[in-house]
């Protein structure tokens, strides 16, 4: 061979320098997982009518809509104090991609109101909010930042449509659930002070009467959302006695009935580490015109219901972070050629991969069955109540504490480069740090979990329940597998109710918290595992369960090799392609 002609012919057969990125790739298609719990648990019909959509956000996500959030990140939002003309009239500037993200999320894609207005997508009823956290999923694979917009406008909503006046409803309600981008109005919710974050007793934001409204004087801190139309806020009304008891919940309009400005102002956007394309920031209330929402001596209480929505929602938004970031860490294992070898053939990095993929699998796993739950109750049981008021602070906790891990993790499988802005595990990094704040910091929601939800509330009972129903229903997993978890499942539950139980025991919240979720989530990837192999004949998923009980529950000894034929005959089986029986995944289940 000539050799020129030897030349090219290396060049041609030579791996790229730099493994590709994700770019280009369908978030739907790419996740044969969430098909699979679509299909567990929403009836054939829905599904049916929401994959074609649920593909066609994929296509977007991995494309147009992430080179969008590329650019909202790189140029953030900026405030101005006065118009052209030398009013003044505050408004903020956003980059013309972030306008085009909104244009998807509220316009084409309705995700704020799917639970609240019917008709969306061509569906002729309300979605249940199984079907809606997975437009959420797909979306915030691309963008997180506006994730919080659609969140509290749909929560705005909700609050408002649950305790508002005939009146209020009237005026307001419509626009916080349109589709139609030139009438929607976005939403916000104004909760922090300088005060209290988590101690909302201890806000200083004061109401007084005036007519058939209220004028609201204070300031809050951290306002995500900051030019939103409609805000729903909690200020302490004139005369109130102290604690959240004496909160009341307020609509504050952003514009008064004749056009001009309600009576606060932006202070200052917040420069933040993630998050950057959403505006966020410090509010002055100056007699602002507000309406009560509701009773005024409940409204930490009405607030609290908003509160736990955003909460899973926030699971469901860390919980596709990691997704992201596993589609990456896999997308370089599978391209990247080192030392002659590709990194997914290489035993470490598989080890690595199996890590990343085992918490987003289990995230996964509980935000849909938290959502299902929140279905559930919503249709009037009171036992998926109780099981909502566990798994929504079990979720938000654990989840967004391992998306931080994923991320990181992901970002280290690219090496240099995935700490270059370019490459979008920068910024999912970045964003993963939110999570673990918003809606409470780690510490408050375990203690949420621990005193309140099973201290006060009793929801270890109907959490226990539900796991047990689950090993009762998964009559196709192996007997010895699901005994082994109704025994961890026991042994959590009583951990919790053990910590629950005594005040000087708060120093384990944590780590009750995280066994709950660990145990919970084994249960139901055996339980998924079964039904998926019903379905089509692969069982795969119960491998997790195991891993999930292997690595993140079962204590070893550091100092004893862990690393053999099983551990390694269920990681090929979870990287790999081919659907696997459940004789043969119940051969490594039972295996050393």
Not at 138 to 150: K, R
Not at 499 to 511: K, L
Request: with cysteine.
């Amino acid at each position: 061979m000539h050799p020129l002609h030897q030349d090219r012919a290396a060049a041609a057969n030579r791996p790229g320098l730099l493994a590709p990125d994700t770019s280009g790739m369908n978030f739907y298609r790419a996740d044969p997982a969430l098909t699979d719990l679509l299909r567990l648990h929403l009836p054939d019909a829905l599904f049916c009518h929401i994959e074609p959509h649920l593909d066609r956000l994929g296509g977007l996500a991995g494309g147009y809509l992430d080179e969008c959030a590329r650019l909202a990140d790189r140029h953030p939002p900026v405030l101005h104090q006065r118009d052209r003309f030398g009013g003044d009239t505050q408004y903020i500037e956003y980059h013309p991609a972030y306008r085009e993200l909104e244009k998807a999320a509220f316009g084409e894609f309705g995700i704020h109101a799917m639970s609240l207005r019917k008709g969306i997508l061509g569906w002729p009823d309300k979605y249940p909010v199984v079907a809606k956290h997975a437009f959420t999923f797909l979306f915030n694979q691309a963008e997180f930042g506006l994730g919080c917009p659609i969140n509290v406008t749909d929560g705005c909503a909700r609050l408002l449509a649950n305790f508002g006046s005939e009146a209020l409803k009237a005026r307001y309600l419509d626009g916080l659930t349109q589709t139609d981008m030139s009438r929607l109005t976005q939403g916000g919710q104004f909760m922090t002070e300088k005060e209290g974050g988590s101690d909302v007793g201890t806000l200083t934001t004061t109401a007084m009467p005036e007519g058939d409204h209220w004028r609201l004087h204070g300031e809050k801190w951290f306002c995500s959302n900051a030019d939103a139309e409609v805000v729903m806020l909690l200020a302490r009304p004139e005369g109130a006695g102290p604690g959240t008891r004496g909160v009341g919940l307020f609509l504050m309009p952003r514009r008064l009935e004749d056009g001009s400005q309600n009576h606060y102002r932006i202070v200052r956007l917040k420069d933040k580490l993630g998050t950057r394309s959403m505006a966020s920031g410090e509010i002055k209330l100056e007699g602002a015109i507000a309406y009560a929402v509701g009773r005024l001596d409940r409204g930490f209480v009405q607030m609290a219901e908003m509160v736990n929505s955003s909460r899973l929602s926030n699971g469901v938004k860390s919980t596709a972070l990691m997704r992201r970031a596993h589609h990456d860490a896999m997308t370089v294992a599978r391209n990247r050629v080192v030392f002659g070898q590709r990194i997914i053939d290489l035993p470490l990095a598989r080890r690595q991969l199996m890590k990343i993929g085992l918490a987003t699998e289990q995230a996964l796993s509980m935000s849909f069955l938290t959502a299902d739950a929140l279905d559930r109750a919503e249709a009037g049981s009171q036992d998926a109540a109780a099981l909502l008021r566990i798994l929504t602070p079990t979720l938000k906790f654990r989840a967004t504490r391992d998306a931080r891990k994923v991320c990181g993790d992901a970002l280290e499988m690219r090496g240099g480069i995935g700490y270059i802005e370019e490459f979008a595990t920068a910024r999912l990094l970045r964003d993963a740090h939110l999570g673990s704040i918003w809606e409470g910091t780690g510490n408050i929601v375990a203690i949420d979990a621990l005193t309140r939800a099973i201290g006060r509330h009793g929801a270890d009972n109907a959490l226990a329940a539900d796991l047990g129903a689950r090993l009762d229903d998964s009559t196709d997993v192996p007997q010895t597998w699901r005994d082994r978890l109704r025994e961890l499942s026991d042994r959590a539950v009583g951990f919790a109710r053990e910590v629950a139980s005594r005040g000087e025991n708060e120093g384990e919240a944590r780590r009750a918290t995280s066994l709950l979720y660990h145990v919970a989530s084994a249960v139901a990837l055996a339980w998924e595992g079964g039904r998926i192999h019903a379905m089509r004949g692969d069982a795969r998923r119960l491998l997790l369960s195991r891993l999930v009980i292997d690595h993140r529950i079962a204590a070893g000894d550091p100092f004893r090799l862990t690393e053999n034929a099983t551990q390694r005959a269920m990681i090929g089986h979870l990287l790999g392609d081919r659907d696997v029986g459940i004789a043969e995944v119940g051969e490594l289940l039972s295996a050393a």
